[in-house]
């Protein structure tokens, strides 16, 4: 039975690309006189949010004091981004809106239960060094109370070097552990970081070795070290369940998930599980353990999902 009586004094941030998921439903009966594609009449539409507020959202499920900081555009969607981050409730947040952006969004158009389309709206140019230093002054202003620091890289341009390695410089300074889920391919702007939790695929790439076995996966991790410095990959292994390199050593757990139904969302899950299990202490291999049965958890539902403390309790 995993409990974390002390969590409410265990101060979590989360800064990357903030998205907002835009779901149409609707029904479709007819192909259109205009074009051979199918007339969907929308009846619904939902916003939710995605990337690294899907972060946020999984640490507040699990009771964490959540600190989110984010850059929007200075549009309708960044109005969505403050009402849907409002209603997460986190215990601090900070969006700072830029007017050479736009809100990232990814709109779904499902008809009679299957995705017929999706359309992205987003920048994925860098934010400029003003920008950036105006996360860096939040982030001076609350590291002295955080624990662990999530970037959550979609590469859409939030993380920028200079905000990056700003970053990790001021969480070295105050003893923040730093983790990283980059979709960033070279990793060489997390030069220093904590840890990186890249899949199975990501590893591949960033190493530029096919892993086919426990060895390769182990001389992957190897060079994902050497090129940044981190102290502990961990990757994620779909079915495999997840593997931990840490002081040289390579450790795999199986994965816990008895039923898989949608796998989205679930990195964000094992990223928001494992840190919270970082700020309560658990050793790496603990951590890894509680985030493979948050993960389980999440891929048993629908959609990008959350799992609870008690959730995870009652999988075990």
Known sequence: ???????????IAVIGDVMLD?????????????APVQVVDIKNETYTLGGSGNVLKNLIALGCPAYFIAVCGN???AQIVQKEVEN????????????????????????????LIRLDRENK???????????????????????VLIFSDYCKGVLSEHLVKETIDLCKL??????????????????????????KKEASIASGIEITDDKTLKEACEIIVEKTNCQTVVVTLSEEGMAIYHNNNLEKIPTKAL???DVTGAGDTVIASLAFALAN???????????NHAAAVVVAKIGSATATLEEINSFR
């Open 125 to 147: 140019n860098d934010i400029d060094v003003a920008t950036s230093n105006k996360m860096i002054s939040v982030l001076k202003e609350i590291l002295p109370d955080i624990s």
């Open 1 to 11: 039975m995993y409990s974390f009586p002390d969590s409410s004094n265990n101060k």
């Open 174 to 199: 105050h003893n923040v552990t730093t983790i990283v889920d980059t979709k960033d391919k070279s990793l060489q702007k997390y030069n220093n970081i904590d840890i990186l939790k890249p899949n």
């Open 88 to 115: 997460a409730n986190p215990s601090f947040y900070q969006l700072i809106n830029d007017n050479h952006r736009q809100t990232t969004i990814k709109t779904r158009v499902l008809a009679n239960k299957h995705q």
């Open 281 to 291: 202490k658990m050793t790496i291999s603990d951590a890894c353990e509680f985030s």
């Open 22 to 34: 835009h779901y149409l439903f609707g029904n479709c009966d007819r192909i259109s006189p205009e």
């Open 75 to 77: 549009d309708d969607g």
């Open 259 to 261: 039923e898989v139904f």
